[in-house]
């Protein structure tokens, strides 16, 4: 492959600031997972309900903006609303290091900000979602996906590693500083991209009730946006089963210390950047339609590998298999959402994705229910082998989609769509 194939949308300038922009917004965010919960526990003194409280509050923002999210960004110009919740995402963050240096700081106000934060993030995701096809064309949205894909994995691995010497060093409240800088320097970014939308034409009598259920009604009628949503639903149900019992299994059943635990884990965010890297090729050797399905079936099956393992060089064998599933993970959403956007009239096209955002982060709770439930009942072992298995099955609702047959991605109207 030429050097110029490889580089791609990358010549382009406005794809190349979202690109920059993706990479610092990233980074930002990753810091955030691992420096809001230490200056609750570190800097507050947080008991352990506490911090699993930060956490819920930390998702509940697609539970409740998931679904009128996407009809307000309809409404408006996609790029507005990426650098208005960068520059807001900032601006909360940056609360936290001066309530600190004030001696205001509580637990209150880290719930508030995690809320507010988690709410900011859903406009931005739905709007950046819905931006893509905008700015690359129809034409090149696995290669945008992809490309975006590997520098979301990428901020991943690094994140942390940046993360954990700058809470060392400064203190959780303060690292959060570099968290803000990151979310206003993308949102600035962002706003120098020069290809601009035209306003959405705005509705004479606009109903939020009646936008919402279209956006819901196109998504259920549709047969692959269907599949796609009900397999992302199961795959994340079973998923948080799986990972809420794996730390426990790694602890007491194999005895592993935080480092050995950050190193089997560090091997997921290795996976997900191959995949990105590799998701461009599989979509156009396997069919864009094929591989949404074929990956996790491939991959999935490797993570009973865990359950299998004793102290010693077995659980990092078996930690290839959460690689395997990061990596056959990263190739079905890309791909995934590629045909979603190609699929969806671009009036929709934020709709269309709150509202797939919502089903899918729907069963996060609940799996994390059911996981400490089989957890106490079965065990650790036994509930990492039922999310293996559930991981495994959530492929069903794609190959017995039309996407078991879908080569190319598809272009023009979707069907099964009435006005």
Not at 27 to 51: E, Y
Not at 118 to 147: C, I, Q, W
Not at 218 to 247: C, E, S, W
Not at 388 to 416: D, E, I, Q, W
Request: proline letters at 5%.
């Amino acid at each position: 492959m030429s050097k110029s194939s490889r580089i791609g949308l990358l010549r382009d300038r406005d794809f190349g600031r979202l690109f920059a922009a993706t990479a610092l917004g990233q980074l930002g965010d990753r810091i955030i997972f691992l420096a809001l919960p230490l200056a609750a526990i570190a800097a507050l003194h947080a008991d352990a309900l506490q911090v699993g409280a930060l956490a819920g509050v930390t998702t509940a923002g697609s539970l409740l903006v998931g679904l009128p999210a996407g009809a307000w960004v309809d409404r408006m110009r996609r790029r507005s609303v990426m650098v208005s919740a960068d520059l807001a995402r900032a601006l909360v963050l940056l609360t936290v290091p001066v309530a600190w240096w004030a001696g205001l700081l509580t637990i209150w106000w880290l719930y508030a900000v995690a809320l507010l934060h988690g709410m900011l993030t859903v406009f931005f995701d739905v709007a950046y979602v819905s931006y893509l096809p905008h700015l690359v064309g129809r034409g090149n949205l696995v290669e945008g996906n992809s490309k975006l894909s590997a520098m979301r994995s990428t901020a991943s691995i690094g994140g942390p590693a940046l993360a954990g010497p700058l809470v060392g060093l400064a203190g959780p409240p303060a690292t959060l500083l570099m968290s803000s800088a990151g979310m206003a320097m993308s949102g600035l970014l962002a706003l120098t991209i020069r290809k601009r939308e035209q306003k959405p034409e705005s509705s004479e009598n606009p109903q939020l009730g009646r936008e919402i259920k279209e956006g819901l009604k196109f998504l259920v009628k549709h047969p692959i946006l269907r599949a796609t949503v009900l397999g992302d639903a199961i795959f994340n149900l079973f998923l948080v089963m799986y990972q809420t019992m794996l730390l426990v299994f790694l602890e007491r059943e194999i005895g592993l210390r935080p480092s050995g635990i950050g190193l089997v884990l560090s091997g997921m965010g290795c996976g997900a950047l191959l995949g990105a890297l590799l998701a461009t090729r599989a979509s156009k050797w396997v069919g864009h339609g094929p591989v949404i399905w074929l990956a996790p079936l491939a991959t999935c099956p490797l993570t009973v590998l865990m359950p299998f393992a004793r102290t010693g060089w077995s659980v990092y064998v078996a930690a290839l298999g959460l690689a395997a599933l990061s990596l056959g993970g990263v190739v079905r959403v890309v791909a995934q959402s590629s045909v979603q956007q190609a699929l969806t009239p671009d009036r929709l096209l934020a709709r269309t994705s709150a509202t797939a955002r919502f089903v899918a982060c729907g069963g996060i709770p609940l799996g994390g229910l059911l996981g400490g439930a089989s957890g106490s009942v079965f065990g650790a072992t036994a509930t990492l082998w039922i999310g293996a298995a559930g991981m495994t099955l959530s492929v069903l609702p794609n190959f017995l989609s039309p996407l078991r047959t879908l080569r190319t991605l598809p272009t023009g109207k979707a069907p099964g769509f009435a006005r």
